[in-house]
């Protein structure tokens, strides 16, 4: 497998507990679509061809290019091995895919770190002023799993739903994101619908939506 591009990390900071940041120097010609991903690899003897796809979490016109990645100290894959890296070490990249773009104003609903092709998008519609109309639903097991909170909600305010599957936390919604919470939380099913997040949650929202009147064209997701 040809991965496009090389280049060195600059940057690691935990932003949960099991979340890191990674800025990294940009590769000259990388360009990609808010919400697009692309395959990563640790430019080392064993793990060149062990790619797996992640989201950049930053913008086109940014300086660096950043990956916001979920690492699994359980396991012995490629993102345990990502989250022992350091500045100076070398990451290889592909090129571009997927299909999670931005068509309109909708309803963004993520589990886990489902919410990472978001970021870009919602970082993009916030600098050009766009975000009006948009909303969010982000799933997680417990308050110290959410990724960027404070961020998303300076970005959405009231127009952000935090729900807790593990954890009653007072502010938060301690439920799961099925067809009744749907109904509960949605007048318009008629809109945009931007869906992420492990396989079963994305076929059950998916199913759901689709059940509560939603058009298939209208939701926005990268298949299972």
Known sequence: MTMAFKTRILMTEFVTHSVKRFVLRKPKGFRFIPGQGALVAINRPGWKDQPHPFTPTSLNKDLVLEFT????????GLTARLHKLAPGDELLIGQVFGDIRYKGPGVFIAAGAGITPFIAIL???R???KLAGNRLIFSNRKWDDIIYERELRDCL????IFTLT???????ESRRVDKAFLRETIRDFKQHFYVCGPAGFVNGVRRSLEELGAQPEKIILDEP
């Open 166 to 172: 593990r954890e009653k936390r007072p502010g938060y």
């Open 127 to 129: 600098r050009d002023g």
């Open 157 to 160: 305010g009231d127009r952000c």
């Open 69 to 76: 990645i979920k690492g699994y100290p359980g396991r012995r």
């Open 123 to 125: 970082r993009r519609l």
